[in-house]
């Protein structure tokens, strides 16, 4: 199987900024693992900001565009770098793609996008994507990583997208404000009702960062992709996820003449 796993910010670094130790080593243990048995990945990193912070030593995150993108350029390094320490461990190359929002867009940069994505899948290394913050304004960005992941799933033509979040997946109200919300775990087409679930029509429900993942399930499940949100807590959950077994929110990707109540 070929798939993208997203990790958040707040899956790889504490609430200080500096790193989760714990989780990212479990993180990329896992992810070794799978690619030792086979599977294809490519993953779309966050963190580049929230660990120029840590390691700046900075007591918020920057908030002006010259104090992220400076963050990010810092940050950016020390993630490579604990990622090439973890990964060479296991003797896994990893490989670093930065892109802007241009690099997807214009047909012929977004054609060397895939063709250097390939050629990282036939080397057998792991592509770890994010946005070149430091060059990216807001303004001109794609702006955050569930949608660039969905971008890369498309691109990689994947089978699969993994969101590794801080939220089990989609609820059918806010779990944070209702103890009686409940997890939906499957969502065969994106409808009105569903975007109303993730804040996207007017409801409470922005939190999580929802609306950008419905973004990037719109993407995935239009080219045939499968889109699951799980919580990255725990990053062997992933096993779980590759096993076939029910986790979080499953959005099945949409299969040509089939329609997924008898597929
Ligand atoms: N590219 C940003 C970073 O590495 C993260 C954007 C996002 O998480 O959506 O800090």
Redesign the pocket.
């Known amino acids: 199987m070929r798939a993208v796993i997203k990790v ?2 707040s899956t790889l670094t504490h609430g200080t900024g500096q790193l989760n130790i714990r989780r990212v080593e479990e993180l990329c243990r896992v992810m070794s693992d799978l690619k030792n048995a086979g599977h294809e990945l490519i993953m779309v ?6 660990m120029g912070r840590g390691k700046l030593g900075l007591h918020e995150r920057p908030s002006d565009i010259p104090g992220k993108q400076a963050a ?1 350029a810092v ?2 390094c020390e993630l490579m770098y604990v990622y090439d320490k973890q990964f060479s461990e296991y003797h896994h190359n990893v490989a670093q793609i930065l892109v802007t929002a241009q690099d997807v867009e214009d047909p012929v940069r977004r054609q060397n996008f895939e063709n250097t994505l390939f050629r990282l899948l036939e080397w057998n290394a792991l592509p770890i994507i ?2 070149n ?1 430091t060059v990216a304004t807001a303004e001109l960005g794609i702006g ?3 949608t660039l992941a969905g971008v890369s799933a498309v691109c990689a033509r994947a089978d699969l997208l993994v969101l590794l979040s801080d939220i089990d997946g989609l609820y059918d109200a806010d779990p944070r404000k209702n103890p009686d919300a409940k997890l939906i775990p499957e969502v065969p087409e994106i409808t009105p009702e569903v975007e109303a679930l993730a804040g996207g029509s007017g409801s409470s429900l922005g939190t999580g960062g929802m609306t ?1 993942k419905l973004t990037a399930a719109r993407l995935a499940t239009e080219a045939g992709i499968d889109m699951i949100i799980a919580n990255g807590d725990h990053p062997t959950i992933l096993y779980d996820i590759f096993d076939g077994k029910p986790v979080g929110t499953h959005f099945l990707g949409k299969r040509e003449g089939s329609n997924h109540d008898n597929a």
């Open positions: 958040g910010t990193s966050s963190g580049a900001i929230g990010a940050g950016q994010n946005e913050d955050d990583n569930d950008t």
